[in-house]
């Protein structure tokens, strides 16, 4: 639920409640750890950061951006907008690039489609949310170390919410 000042804390906790839920066998995000915020693990695999655009980043993390207008005249409604930002992780011991990148985007793909179900803008069934929609951004990290191989997609979801 919204707290009324803004819709960030609403959609963040059903961006990690639904993304969980795929994450259970034979979910979209099967296999895939769904952290929000930081997290550590030392241990290759799929994870799905909601609310961090650097895993490693040893700095506090912008979690999401918003802006709020006033949406009539009296100002007693406001409309916000805004982007959360998110980073698909794939790390493998084997190093496979291409594996890494496949794995990260197709965790990635799975956030698209959560966002927009019957292929519109969704809500994610926040009430104040008037659209929830896959971001305009992406940006890819690779490394290849004697850890193997992995594949950082950094990417935001948009939203617009009614005060």
Excluded: H
Excluded at 22 to 41: F, I, K, Q
Excluded at 46 to 59: C, K, Q, R, T
Excluded at 61 to 88: F, H, K, L, P, Y
């Amino acid at each position: 639920m919204a707290t009324g000042t803004s819709a960030v804390p609403a959609l963040l906790d059903a961006l990690v409640s639904q993304s969980t839920a795929l994450a259970v066998a034979g979910g979209a995000l099967d296999g895939v750890t769904v952290v929000d915020g930081y997290g550590v693990s030392e241990n290759p695999g799929s994870y799905l950061f909601i609310g961090v655009a650097d895993p490693d980043d040893a700095d506090a993390a912008t979690s999401a951006t918003s802006q709020q207008a006033w949406a009539n005249s009296t100002g007693a409604a406001r409309d916000e907008q805004g982007t959360i930002t998110c980073v698909a992780l794939a790390w493998n011991g084997d190093g496979d690039p291409s594996k890494a990148r496949a794995d990260a985007y197709a965790v990635v793909a799975a956030v698209q489609d959560l966002t927009r179900p019957a292929g519109r803008p969704g809500d994610l069934g926040v009430a104040e949310a008037l659209w929830v929609t896959f971001g305009d951004s992406l940006q890819l990290r690779q490394d290849n170390t004697e850890d193997g191989a992995t594949a950082l997609v950094l990417f935001e979801i948009a939203f617009r919410a009614r005060l």
